[in-house]
Nanobody, 123 residues
Framework: QVQLVESGGGLVQAGDSLRLSCAASGRTFSSYTMAWFRQAPGKERDFVAAITWSGGSTYYADSVKGRFTISRDKAKNVVSLQMNSLKPEDTAVYYC????????????????WGQGTQVTVSS
């Protein structure tokens, strides 16, 4: 059974940085895409970034490109999201997700999800 556990959320000010981590377990992820999504209150769950576990190819939403960086540590089975220059509009619950489809941005294509971690950016 795939388990994804996020950590690293918190309350920060605009312009600050934050690093989220997702500990993955339950199987070998070599053929998986790992992704981060976020959901603000009253809004749909939106794609943030994705990375292929094997080759490390990445893909970002336009809204975070140049500010956020997704990476993976194969030895530790951890996927991270480094978030710089945070803005109030980045406030959301951030979810880690896993799928065997390659670099998809649609939530329904991801069968495995973590419980989420809250990120709040004050102005």
């Amino acid at each position: 059974q795939v388990q994804l556990v996020e950590s690293g959320g918190g309350l920060v000010q605009a312009g600050d940085s934050l690093r989220l981590s997702c500990a993955a377990s339950g199987r070998t992820f070599s053929s998986y895409t790992m992704a981060w999504f976020r959901q603000a209150p009253g809004k749909e769950r939106d794609f943030v970034a994705a990375i292929t576990w094997s080759g490390g190819s990445t893909y970002y939403a336009d809204s975070v490109k140049g500010r956020f960086t997704i990476s993976r540590d194969k030895a530790k089975n951890v996927v991270s999201l480094q978030m710089n220059s945070l803005k109030p509009e980045d406030t959301a619950v951030y979810y880690c997700a896993a799928s065997t489809v390659v670099l998809r941005t649609i939530p329904s294509r991801y069968p495995y999800w973590g419980q989420g971690t809250q990120v709040t950016v004050s102005s």
